[in-house]
């Protein structure tokens, strides 16, 4: 019944920014923590960062400083600003529960990073 959709991505050069959507027909404020994560072909998908239903927030040291996690209760909506983005974030990003829930994946949007 949960949905969960992401938007945003796209083509960007090194030192860039994109602003990544995660839309759900839920209450966000009903999930006791929300993650954004991503994954590249080959790899296993892992956890970008994440906000607890209190605010708190936690990063990867990989994006701490760059990437900023929040969300929009009015929009049931929650985004991941992403500034100074590197190659090495290139890479297809999705938004789940964390821990993740299997049904609530979503499509993702990629991110692509490159001069």
């Known amino acids: 019944q949960a949905q969960m959709v992401e938007s945003g991505g796209g083509l960007v050069q090194p030192g860039g920014s994109l602003r990544l959507s995660c839309r759900t027909s839920?209450?966000?404020?009903?999930?006791?923590?929300l993650g954004w994560f991503r994954q590249v072909p080959g790899k296993e998908r892992e956890l970008v960062a994440y906000?607890?239903?209190?605010?708190?927030?936690n990063y990867a040291d990989s994006v701490k400083d760059r990437f900023s996690i929040s969300r929009d209760g009015a929009k049931n909506t929650m985004y991941l600003q992403m500034n100074n983005l590197k190659p090495e974030d290139t890479a297809v990003y999705y938004c789940?529960?964390?821990?993740?829930?299997?049904?609530?994946w979503g499509q993702g949007t990629q991110v692509t990073v490159s001069s």
């Open positions: 906000i607890i239903s209190n605010g708190q927030t």
């Open positions: 839920m209450n966000i404020f009903s999930f006791g923590r």
């Open positions: 789940n529960t964390q821990p993740p829930v299997r049904h609530l």
